[in-house]
């Protein structure tokens, strides 16, 4: 099993900046692609930026427009989310994610096969 923890998350105005962290314990060794994916209340879920095993691939929603950045520290089993000139419409619960396959983060083919418990991220305007 892996497990998943988020932080980073909180409340800030439109147009600042948020650094989510997802720390992964156990069995670490069993995914390859991380990433984050997010709900917002009344919507489904979306992807928002996913990272290959040595960080050589990465993706973002078409959302995200080049004001989020993902990287990942192999060192740690963690994976990063520089969040910059956010919007309200960004507010949503952001989740960690983590699959030995890339399409299911990238593209949510299917659930991933592990995810943590969600970081709240609320964008005031």
């Known amino acids: 099993q892996v497990q998943l923890v988020e932080s980073g998350g909180g409340l800030v105005q439109a147009g600042g900046s948020l650094r989510l962290s997802c720390a992964a314990t156990g069995r670490t060794g069993s995914y390859g692609a991380m990433g984050w994916f997010r709900r917002a209340p009344g919507k489904e879920r979306e992807s928002v930026a996913a990272i290959s095993s040595n960080s050589g691939r990465t993706s973002y929603g078409d959302f995200v427009k080049g004001r989020f950045s993902i990287s990942r520290d192999n060192a740690k089993n963690t994976v990063y989310l520089q969040m910059n000139s956010l919007k309200p419409e960004d507010t949503a619960v952001y989740y960690c994610?983590?699959?030995?396959?890339?399409?299911?983060?990238?593209?949510?083919?299917?659930?991933?096969?592990?995810w943590g418990q969600g970081t709240q991220v609320t964008v005031s305007s």
């Open positions: 994610a983590a699959d030995r396959f890339w399409n299911n983060i990238a593209l949510l083919t299917t659930a991933p096969d592990y």
